[in-house]
């Protein structure tokens, strides 16, 4: 069964930074282009970013970039974002997925950006 679960969000001020991680199973990892999702309270789904199947291309949401990094380790069956900068619009709860899989999905990471 294909499982996602992400961690590493948490309560951190504008201008600062987390790491979310997503570790991976039931599937060949390495096969996949794999993205990332946010949802702000009371909005919907918006893609943030996204890496191909061996971290050669990324592809970011005109907000994050230049603030965000996607990246991957296949030999972990983890892909990463790198969060900088960070700012009060970017609180969600933050999911990785693959598209490929279209309907599993993880509990996601909830990220709050507040002084």
């Known amino acids: 069964e294909v499982q996602l679960v992400e961690s590493g969000g948490g309560l951190v001020q504008p201008g600062g930074s987390l790491r979310l991680s997503c570790v991976a199973s039931g599937f060949t990892f390495g096969d996949y282009d794999m993205i990332w999702v946010r949802q702000a309270p009371g909005k919907g789904p918006e893609w943030v970013s996204s890496?191909?199947?061996?971290?050669?291309?990324?592809y970011y949401a005109d907000s994050v970039k230049g603030r965000f990094t996607i990246s991957r380790d296949n030999a972990k069956n983890t892909v990463y974002l790198q969060m900088n900068s960070l700012k009060s619009e970017d609180t969600a709860v933050y999911y990785c997925?693959?598209?490929?899989?279209?309907?599993?999905w993880g509990k996601g990471t909830l990220v709050t950006v507040s002084s």
């Open positions: 997925h693959c598209q490929s899989y279209a309907s599993f």
């Open positions: 890496i191909n199947s061996n971290g050669g291309r990324t």
